[in-house]
């Protein structure tokens, strides 16, 4: 035994003096060139240099490095170097370059096991862009206007089974309630009145497994990923049947599956049953988890400040004597007041903390204040929303909840080019359901705003940090009062 321990401890010295080693080495070749690398994050544990800080409270760590070190700086991880792009001047090389530049492939390897392989960021480039192109078909403006008629309907419906008073768990009515708009606008009626419930809770079990360790190791042997295959495989069955009976029907449906079941791709070829299952993963998935992260922020915010609320009731009070009582798409076209507030929730807490990329070739960046960094072929290369949402140059009181700074005249977003706000991405890779998020948002809240009084019952909800969409940390608890909105 004692041998075995011995040996064992032999290895690992091997290993760390071997890491220690090479990036000794590196070091000091680096310091012979005449290249002016980025500062370095120091961290208290050998090797792991800032990671530990990261993980521990990322918007901590990301604002005293910002402070300390500037806008551009890199994070040793081990065998990865991590070097971040925070401010607009930057971060426009990140969101600008082409793909033989900056690539997503490699850094997002991990959501393989959930789209599926050849999907979106396992595919090639050439297919990928195709694949996009497809989902933007599911987004066009018309098709839009089509999906708040579903979501008015899925909203009124879920909204009536609420008693005339009560308490709820803001957090999971979000979570229900998204996952059935996403249903019914992405898969059908049929599919959503007979198997949204099994297709919530398989999503679920795959939301479960994804933390930071999945990103790391997806395919590590652990229960969460083994229960998140077991929910791969169940949703491949459904959808397998569900396309199935859809290509073999003569009506055609107006949603997101008839739409991928009708994509060609450049040479003719027609999507395949699992492309058109991986597909429609992706966009549940995505758009579940952000969409209910933001929906419950966005509600967070609205009820725990009064002023806020009261504009937000106002603004419904004059947009139904103007449009009546339907929640339709021009209504929601004219509700700015909640579009600043949904906006401001998103810029506060984006859905994603960090967008990654891997860098294929040497490159430079000059920050605003004129100190130019190059950074070298290898390095994975993130910029971070939840930061650069924040610079206080760009934005007054950076942390302070602020609707109003988006108003016309002010409209501090715009202020340092187009990557002041980038809470959906931005460039090449600006989120394609951007649009379809504030229809959804705004379709739940100004409903609830027209037809409730509601108060936060529970301190204002913390992050969770430890999941990759920061969604509320633990519940949000509300109580609601039922009555409808008058108008004067």
């Known amino acids: 035994m004692m041998n075995n321990k011995l040996q064992l401890f032999n290895v690992f010295f091997l290993i760390v003096a071997t890491i220690v080693a090479t990036k000794l080495i590196l070091k000091t070749l680096l310091i012979k060139s005449s290249k002016r690398l980025p500062p370095v994050v120091k961290g208290r544990i050998p090797l792991i240099g800032g990671v530990a800080r990261f993980v521990a409270n990322p918007v901590e760590m990301l604002k005293e490095e910002y402070e300390s070190l500037g806008s551009v700086f890199t994070i040793n991880a081990v065998y990865k170097n991590i070097t971040f792009l925070l401010e607009p001047d930057v971060s426009a090389y990140f969101f600008k370059a082409g793909e033989s530049e900056l690539s997503q492939k490699e850094v997002y390897g991990f959501t393989v096991p959930i789209f599926g392989p050849g999907i979106v960021y396992d595919a090639e480039y050439s ?12 987004f066009r403006i018309d098709k839009l206007r089509g999906f708040v008629d579903y979501m008015s309907q899925e909203v009124q419906d879920y909204f009536s089974k609420w008693g005339d008073n009560g308490e709820v768990d ?8 998204i ?10 009626q049929e599919v959503r009145e007979s198997l949204s419930e099994d297709i919530a809770a398989l999503i679920n079990e795959i939301n479960v497994a994804m933390g930071p360790l999945t990103t790391m190791f997806p395919h590590l042997p652990t229960p969460p990923h083994w229960r998140r295959d077991k929910a791969r495989k169940k949703l491949d069955d459904i959808f397998s049947n569900v396309i199935s009976s859809r290509r073999l ?12 079941i009708n994509s060609k791709y450049k040479d003719g070829r027609a999507t395949t049953v699992t492309e058109v299952t ?17 929906a419950t922020w966005t509600g967070a915010y609205l009820v725990h400040y009064k002023a806020i609320w009261f504009d937000a009731v106002e603004e419904q009070r004059r947009l139904m004597k103007k449009h009546g009582d339907a929640i339709t798409y021009d209504a929601i076209s004219d509700m700015h007041h909640l579009y600043r507030c949904i906006k401001e929730a998103l810029r506060l807490h984006p859905p994603l903390a960090m967008l990654l990329r891997k860098s294929h070739k040497d490159f430079s960046v000059t920050t605003r204040k004129g100190d130019k ?7 994975i290369i993130a910029a971070s929303p939840v930061l650069s949402n924040r610079v206080p140059h760009i934005y007054t009181n950076p942390d302070s909840y602020d609707p109003e700074r988006f108003c016309p005249g002010r409209e501090e977003d715009r202020l340092a080019g187009p990557f002041s706000f980038v809470s959906f991405g931005g460039g090449k890779h600006t989120c394609l359901g951007e ?3 504030y229809l959804e948002i705004k379709t739940i809240w100004s409903y609830l705003i027209r037809n409730f009084e509601i108060e936060l019952i529970t301190p204002f909800p913390e992050t969770e940090y430890n999941e990759i969409v920061w969604s509320p940390k633990g519940k949000v608890m509300v109580r609601y009062k039922r009555r409808k909105l008058v108008i004067e």
């Open 127 to 138: 297919v990928r862009k195709e694949q996009f192109h497809f989902f933007e078909e599911s």
């Open 170 to 177: 803001l957090k999971q009515e979000m979570e229900n309630l």
């Open 179 to 188: 996952i059935l708009i996403a249903s019914r606008c992405f898969l059908g």
């Open 249 to 260: 029907s003569p009506k055609s449906e107006d949603d997101m599956l008839q739409s991928l």
């Open 278 to 294: 991986g597909m429609l993963i992706t966009a549940l998935y995505g758009g579940q988890r952000s969409g209910s992260a933001t």
């Open 373 to 379: 960094y190059d950074i070298p072929k290898g390095h």
């Open 435 to 437: 649009t379809f998020a």
